[in-house]
């Protein structure tokens, strides 16, 4: 269950989930750190069985591994859920992380947690780190009560907030992003169009991009250069759902029917514009930035062709 060999040791919190995946392959194929993961319902041979919301496993867990670093990528992200589930999104979301940054503030781990765009009311962007929150549903107000619990537990801490995430997944509807695919193949099966949002700008984010500036803000805990505060990390290409509909049907060779809708139709209210300036950590050198087109190809390439018609040319 731990890899690696140096003496510098990571605890990586929700290693299964759709970014924890590609964090710890990050880890694994560019570090010798001790790299010891946790999961829950997707705990299997190469992780620990750590429900996040059992205070006492939680704390007797970090005592136990003494890590230099925790990594946090557990979470409740479904908006839809945190809006019917309050009590699971606040055990989730906030709680655990009080319970995380307390035993790490008292073994001494640096702790680094990941908060999302969706803290903004996504009227005045771009947004900094120190811009006024607002968040405009209940998975944007737990993920901001979330990072004041933990930076309130533990002062050598740091918040990586994100925006729309893509990546390799085990299912398309792991991504909000892949999760349009089933539309897309269908309207080119049976000419139903698929009907794409056209009025929020999101900006999306390749997993394993986001995994490097993971694995690098470790590296500068590992020197002792740790950051601490808020910092935001985004991919730099502004797309509505639209867009990114017409992108992945052109990569997948679709004649697929794809039709904008200009107002917002979610049942949960989203932001309509929350993009986060990354300057802080850009001017630190970090990260890498994957274009749209390449990184959705490599996620579409690793599943089988739809079987439907496809444009000759
Ligand atoms: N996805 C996005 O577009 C996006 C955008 C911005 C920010 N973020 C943030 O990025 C982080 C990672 O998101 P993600 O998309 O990778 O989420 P995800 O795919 O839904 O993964 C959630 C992780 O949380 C774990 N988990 C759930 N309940 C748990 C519990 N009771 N105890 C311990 N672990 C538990 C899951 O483990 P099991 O599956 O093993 O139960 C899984 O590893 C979150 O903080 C999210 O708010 C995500």
């Not at 908006?79 to 995380?100: G, H, Q, R, T």
């Not at 925006?163 to 897309?184: H, N, Q």
């Not at 500068?220 to 250069?225: I, N």
Request: one cysteine or more; charged letters at 25%; proline letters at 6%.
């Amino acid at each position: 269950m731990t890899i690696g060999n140096s003496d510098f040791k990571v605890i990586l919190i929700g290693a299964s989930g759709l970014l924890g995946r590609a964090v710890s392959s990050e880890l694994t194929e560019q570090t010798r750190w001790q790299v010891v993961r946790t999961a829950f319902r997707h705990a299997d041979a190469n992780s620990v069985k750590l429900d996040i919301r059992d205070k006492e496993a939680v704390r007797t867990f970090i005592f136990e591994q003494e890590p230099d670093a925790i990594v946090v990528a557990a979470a409740e992200r479904r908006p839809d859920v945190c809006e019917n589930d309050p009590s699971l999104a606040k055990a989730l979301n906030v709680d655990a992380l009080e319970f995380i940054g307390a035993a790490a503030n008292e073994t001494g781990a640096w702790v680094l947690s990941i908060s999302t765009d969706y803290v903004f009311d996504g009227t005045q962007p771009p947004y900094r780190p120190d811009d006024a929150p607002n968040p405009l549903n209940a998975y944007g107000r737990s993920k901001l009560d979330g990072e004041r619990a933990l930076m309130q537990s533990i002062a050598r801490s740091c918040v990586l907030r994100l925006p729309l995430l893509y990546g390799p997944v085990t299912d398309w509807s792991e991504s909000a992003v892949t999760s349009l695919v089933p539309a897309i193949v269908k309207s080119g099966v049976d000419n139903v169009p698929a009907i794409m949002d056209a009025w929020a700008t999101r900006y999306p984010t390749f997993t394993p991009d986001v995994a490097i500036v993971i694995r690098q803000l470790l590296e500068r805990c590992e020197s002792a250069k740790a950051v601490k505060g808020v910092v935001h990390w985004s991919g730099n290409e502004s797309m509505t759902k639209f867009d990114i509909a017409g992108c992945i049907a052109r990569v997948l060779r679709l004649d697929a029917k794809i039709h904008c809708q200009q107002t917002p139709a979610d049942a949960t209210p989203r932001p309509k514009d929350c993009h986060l300036a990354s300057a802080a950590l850009d001017n630190m050198d970090i990260g890498r930035r994957t274009a749209f087109e390449v990184g959705i190809r490599a996620v579409l390439d690793s599943w089988p062709k739809p079987t439907v018609s496809r444009q000759t040319t």
